[in-house]
């Protein structure tokens, strides 16, 4: 099925350790976003990719790395996990662009990760 | 500071009924998005709206731009209406932000 898929789905990490999501999307869309979804919050973007090659910060970076690999692969990585990284962090695609565009969001399925 | 107000936040209705969640905004935008978040977690696109209204079956969504408000309405609710309904909008050259979602029960 088209889509966005997530990888993993649930994770466990203790204080200091790294670890990777990903992420990829086969629609040949053009932006990709992380956000991460905690309690009583709107989803919060951590960082997006306009294009292959670019990436910026969103609204809460700290203690996250991005790569785009390429037009369909978008990683977040957490070098040293703190529980405030506790969280369901999801990944999401859209054929447009960050800033305009008539194009909605497609997400992927989520990643709860617990940090201990 | 928080772009995206919706109400109510939690809402319990009986099958059947006709359903309202609205959406405010402060700033001008570009569009706005309507989504539906299930139990077991997964986000899926209903609506994008930039004017007007938008029908897909039992689902209505409005926008007043002069006003900034939406509603998303539900006609004839059933149980696997059941979900959280989120609001995100994007102002004009800027990101989506997202409201906290609309918790909705519907009880057979």
């Known amino acids: 099925n088209a889509g966005v898929t997530q990888t993993p789905k649930f994770q466990v990490l203790k204080t200091g350790q790294s670890m990777t999501l990903q992420c990829a999307q086969d629609?040949?869309?053009?932006?990709m976003y992380w956000y991460r979804q905690d309690p009583g919050m709107g989803l919060r973007l951590i960082y997006y990719?306009?294009?292959?090659?670019?990436?910026d910060k969103g609204e809460v970076p700290n203690g996250y790395n991005v790569s785009r690999l390429n037009k369909r692969e978008f990683s977040l990585r957490l070098e040293s996990a703190a529980p405030s990284q506790t969280s369901v962090y999801f990944c999401a695609s859209s054929e447009g662009w960050p800033g305009g565009g008539s194009y909605g969001y497609t997400f992927g399925s989520g990643t709860r990760l617990t940090v201990v | 500071k928080n772009e995206v107000e919706q109400s109510p936040q939690n809402l319990t209705a009986q099958e059947g009924e006709f359903i309202t969640i609205n959406c405010s905004y402060s700033?001008?935008?570009?569009?706005l998005h309507w989504l539906q978040q299930h139990p077991g977690g997964g986000i899926v696109s209903l609506f994008m709206l930039s004017s007007g209204k938008k029908k897909h079956g039992r689902l209505i969504a409005t926008i007043n731009i002069q006003e900034k408000h939406s509603s998303l309405h539900i006609t004839a609710s059933h149980p696997r209406d059941s979900a959280v309904y989120i609001c995100?909008?994007?102002?004009?050259?800027?990101?989506?932000?997202f409201g906290t979602g609309t918790s909705l029960t519907v009880i057979p």
């Open positions: 990719s306009a294009s292959e090659g670019t990436t």
């Open positions: 629609m040949n869309h053009n932006s």
């Open positions: 995100a909008v994007r102002p004009v050259g800027n990101q989506f932000y």
């Open positions: 700033v001008g935008i570009s569009a």
